[in-house]
Nanobody
Framework: QVQLVESGGDLVQPGGSLRLSCAASGFTFSNYAMSWVRQTPGKGLEWVSGIATNGLKGYKDSNKGRFTISRDNAKNTLYLQMDNLKPEDTGVYYC??????????????RGQGTQVTVSS
């Protein structure tokens, strides 16, 4: 079965950086688009960034220039490098598997999440 295990969340000061990882198993990772999504109190689940199998990447406007999504198909791992973090980036971050190779907006499975808290 599909397993997605996120790690790397932490408490960080504004302006700091974090690198999230998502270890995938139970499916052919290289065949599917992947996303990072975020759960915040009062806002629900929101899309953060996505990457297709052809390497095409997309970002929520508020994250552009600060976040970088990447994937290592040899290691079955998805990454999210987050720089210049802001308090509004706080939330539980999940990696999500798409049912498509190109459309990262179709979330089929999610991991258990990793908490990111940005606060001074």
């Amino acid at each position: 079965q599909v397993q997605l295990v996120e790690s790397g969340g932490d408490l960080v000061q504004p302006g700091g950086s974090l690198r999230l990882s998502c270890a995938a198993s139970g499916f052919t990772f290289s065949n599917y688009a992947m996303s990072w999504v975020r759960q915040t109190p009062g806002k629900g689940l929101e899309w953060v960034s996505g990457i297709a199998t052809n390497g095409l990447k997309g970002y929520k406007d508020s994250n552009k220039g600060r976040f970088t999504i990447s994937r290592d198909n040899a290691k079955n791992t998805l990454y999210l490098q987050m720089d210049n973090l802001k308090p509004e980036d706080t939330g539980v971050y999940y990696c999500a598997k798409s049912s498509s190779s190109t459309n990262w907006s179709i979330w089929e499975d999610r991991g258990q999440g990793t908490q990111v808290t940005v606060s001074s």
